[in-house]
């Protein structure tokens, strides 16, 4: 069974600099997709970036990237020059990638704290 | 409409009682999908639905659960004899087609079970 695994329940981070979330994931598919999903305080689920495994490029999206490591299992979140509207828990989510991609396991989530 | 909607947002009952909660999902959107997510938590599928035909119901934890879409567009999801443990935000999500894995999910539902 696919399992996504966030190491890190909170994390903080200056306002204006760089922060990384890390999240590994397990799976013995060759085909999958790989998000990154941000739930502010406001309590909404908001997709931030995705990834799709059979691209080797890295995703980019403004501020996020991501550091995409298919042969360790591995996709993390960058997100540069952090702003305070960045504070939220974020969520590392998996989905097969031949049907049903909707059907997303995710990970615990890590709380991020972005301070003044 | 402009988003996924769900209600009700908040919805208290007593242990026994049925519960319907509804979604509302992007106005031509294909698949529609339900997520529990406890406190803390990342949200959990529970199943999903291409037009009218629910393609998965894998994630339902067990026969007090049910949902439907009837005319391929508002689904509900019904909770029979809540119980304490249901308490949690149900949320719903839906996407334009099935395989583009992209999601937008509604604010939810938070429901309590005294």
């Known amino acids: 069974a696919q399992t996504v695994t966030q190491s890190q329940p909170e994390m903080s981070v200056q306002e204006a600099e760089t922060v990384t979330l890390s999240c590994t994931y397990d799976?013995?598919?060759?085909?999958?997709?790989l998000f990154w999903y941000k739930q502010p305080p406001s309590r909404q689920m908001i997709l931030v970036i995705r990834?799709?495994?059979?691209?080797?490029q890295n995703a980019t999206e403004n501020r996020f990237s991501v550091n995409f490591q298919k042969a360790a299992k591995s996709f993390s979140l960058k997100i540069s020059d952090s702003q305070l509207g960045d504070t939220a828990m974020y969520f590392c989510?998996?989905?097969?990638?031949?049907?049903?991609?909707?059907?997303?396991?995710f990970g615990q989530g890590t709380t991020l704290q972005v301070k003044p | 409409g402009a988003g996924v909607s769900q209600s009700p947002r908040y919805k208290v009952t007593k242990r026994g009682q049925d519960v319907a909660l509804r979604c509302d999902p992007i106005?031509?959107?294909?698949?529609l999908y339900w997520y529990r997510q406890a406190l803390g938590q990342g949200p959990e599928f529970l199943t999903y639905?291409?037009?009218?035909?629910?393609?998965?119901k894998s994630g339902l934890p067990n026969d007090r659960f049910s949902a439907e879409r009837p005319e391929g567009s508002i689904s509900t999801l019904t909770i029979q004899r809540t119980e304490q443990r249901d308490s949690a935000m149900y949320r719903c999500?839906?996407?334009?087609?099935?395989?583009?894995?992209?999601?937008?999910f509604g604010e939810g539902s938070r429901l309590t079970v005294l």
């Open positions: 999500a839906s996407s334009l087609v099935e395989s583009t894995g992209e999601l937008f």
């Open positions: 799976t013995s598919e060759s085909n999958y997709y």
């Open positions: 990834q799709e495994a059979y691209k080797q």
């Open positions: 989510a998996f989905s097969h990638g031949s049907s049903n991609t909707g059907k997303l396991i």
């Open positions: 106005s031509g959107h294909v698949s």
């Open positions: 639905f291409n037009y009218e035909a629910q393609q998965d």
